[in-house]
């Protein structure tokens, strides 16, 4: 069975999602190949994975410099179809970013299928993030979450040659490549000011008074007048409200059934300018291959829009959620992913963070006490604490309840964002220079457990 891996280097490092897709195909004894789109500084990465006995080819070139998802899945295709795989392994996201479009997008060049979010691989047998069970199927993009370590290399082992694939070897369509054939590209980084609030610092025991006084407060109003609209937006999935709030006309068309190059179709027919996607794992694979079809500029997990001009503008957390980035689309359509935001079970939620893995179960049942609904962020649901359908933030789901009460959370953009509509935020840390107490009413600086000291 021969598989490649496809591997992203940043800043020196594989992601760690990528070394577990790459020892998930070595302990299936896979004749394995390791793929990495990189300027010629990885070489010394791809060097160290020659010692697994694995084949490095590192693509490189000038000409590729820039590239945004659309160019990057057509150079991979193109380099992946000289390989003739049976199977193409890669990571569920990258280091500094997460947006996922790069697997559905090169399964749409290679006509072939995707299966995401493996979290338990066996023999060839897998479990899905959704829960889903299957067997690998030939010719087959397979995404992997982060299940395993990357062995290490014998001390007797030798580094073997990287394979350096360019453009002359490659031959490929000039147009399609690096910045030119790019229709997205970021105009500017900066750290976003979006959900912030002036927090009042309380005390521990102040916090049954701050819940209390949160759940009896107004409601929070959506509303924001200072949007700048677009004319019309279609969209797809139970996102009415978010299109609604930018643009004049917001129309919904229907997925159900319809194969990528049907959609396609439907919208060049509609002459559709801007198009939103709900951020579901089925949707964000059916706007990566219907971009694919189109040509449209994609962004995914996008948490705001505006016109500038004859150019639209969308804005989405970038390097792993530590900034915002406003990314411009030149091209004729335009794609984003977005995320809905959905009613909590309560109208209270307790969310624990990092800081507070420790002491899940305790505050499981002070959020009986107070019928509030447990949640967590990311890194809580990626060292297997607690299940990804708990998990709030730009790749979990957006929650607005009356009061949202955080334990051991740091807050990054990637959970921030998702919380922007709360009432009333609460929230418990240790350090005193959390970024999360600049995204809440009120912070209680504290260890976790003095929180249910006996005293």
């Known amino acids: 069975m021969k598989v490649t891996v496809l591997i992203k280097i940043s800043g020196g490092e594989i992601s760690p999602f990528d070394e577990s897709a790459l020892e998930c195909a070595l302990e299936w004894g896979a004749d394995v190949t390791a793929l990495s789109m990189a300027p010629r500084s990885a070489l010394p990465v791809l060097e160290n994975l020659t010692r697994l006995g694995v084949r490095s080819i590192l693509i490189s070139d000038p000409l590729y410099a820039g590239s945004d998802t659309q160019a990057t899945s057509y150079l991979l295709s193109e380099a992946i179809k000289r390989l003739s795989p049976d199977l193409i392994f890669a990571g569920r996201q990258s280091i500094d970013g997460d947006t996922g479009q790069v697997p559905p997008m090169l399964a749409e060049h290679l006509g072939i299928s995707v299966i995401s979010g493996v979290m338990d691989f066996c023999d060839g047998n897998i479990r899905t993030r959704s829960g889903e069970s299957a067997l690998l199927a030939d010719c087959a993009i397979v995404t992997f979450e982060r299940i395993r370590s990357l062995r290490f290399p014998s001390i ?51 916090l049954d008074c701050l819940i209390k006084k949160g759940l009896s407060s107004p409601k929070k109003s959506s509303n924001d007048a200072t949007v700048k609209k677009t004319e019309k937006i279609y969209y797809f999935g139970n996102i009415g409200d978010i299109a609604e709030k930018y643009s004049e006309k917001a129309i919904r068309l229907d997925s159900g059934g319809k194969a990528p190059y049907e959609i396609a179709r439907e919208l060049t027919d509609l002459g559709a300018e801007v198009v939103l996607f709900e951020a579901s794992e089925w949707h964000r694979q059916l706007a990566s291959r219907v971009a694919v079809i189109t040509g449209a500029g994609i962004c995914a997990d996008c948490i705001s829009f505006r016109r500038d001009g004859d150019t639209f503008i969308m804005t989405r957390p970038a390097l792993g959620g530590n900034v915002t980035a406003d990314i411009a689309s030149r091209s004729p359509m335009s794609f984003a992913t977005v995320r809905s935001s959905k009613a909590s079970e309560s109208d209270i939620i307790f969310a624990v963070g990092r800081g507070a893995v420790g002491h899940v179960e305790r505050i499981r049942a002070l959020a009986d006490v107070y019928g509030a609904t447990l949640a967590c962020s990311r890194v809580v649901c990626d060292a297997g604490v607690m299940p990804y359908s708990y998990q709030v933030g730009l790749t979990g789901k957006t929650v607005s309840p009356r009061v949202y009460v955080t334990f051991g959370i740091s807050g990054a ?25 600049d995204y809440s009413d009120y912070g209680i600086i504290e260890d976790i457990k003095n929180l249910f000291s006996d005293n």
């Open 156 to 206: 007797f082992s030798k580094k073997g040659t990287v394979e350096i694939w360019d453009n002359s070897l490659l031959s490929l369509d000039k147009s399609r490549c690096g910045t030119v054939g790019s229709p997205t590209r970021v105009i500017r980084s900066y750290e976003s000011s979006v959900g912030r609030r002036s927090c009042s610092f309380e005390t521990l025991e102040s």
């Open 413 to 437: 953009v990637q959970h921030t964002s998702g919380i922007s509509g709360a009432g009333t935020v609460i929230s418990v840390n240790s350090d005193k220079n959390a970024r999360i107490f």
